[in-house]
């Protein structure tokens, strides 16, 4: 098992940026592909981006591709999401996911969640 814990939301202007960190305890770092997801007011849980084991294919969602970077630190045990031009549809709770398997882009592939990080960006 891995227990995730998120950090680094909070409000930022349109056009600004944040770093999310998703913190990584339990079993081997290395052996997990790991997901960031975000679900706004009244819709559906979506894929942001993911990121395999070795890093070596990454996934993004079509609505943040060139804007926001997936990247993992397997030494730190953390998964980072670097968003730069933050627009106020970005809004939403930005979920760490785990998977012991290959990456995927559906959350029913992903075992482990943390509790979440709230985003929010004023207009």
């Known amino acids: 098992q891995v227990q995730l814990v998120e950090s680094g939301g909070g409000l930022v202007q349109d056009g600004g940026s944040l770093r999310l960190s998703c913190a990584a305890s339990?079993?081997?770092?290395?052996?997990?592909?790991f997901a960031w997801f975000r679900q706004a007011p009244m819709k559906e849980r979506e894929l942001v981006a993911a990121?395999?084991?070795?890093?070596?294919?990454?996934l993004y969602g079509d609505s943040v591709k060139g804007r926001f970077t997936i990247s993992r630190d397997n030494v730190k045990r953390t998964v980072y999401l670097q968003m730069n031009s933050l627009k106020p549809e970005d809004t939403a709770i930005y979920y760490c996911?785990?998977?012991?398997?290959?990456?995927?882009?559906?959350?029913?592939?992903?075992?482990?969640w943390g509790q979440g990080t709230r985003v929010t960006v004023s207009s």
């Open positions: 996911a785990a998977s012991g398997y290959y990456v995927g882009e559906s959350a029913d592939e992903y075992d482990y």
């Open positions: 339990g079993n081997t770092f290395s052996s997990y592909s």
């Open positions: 990121i395999a084991r070795t890093g070596g294919r990454i």
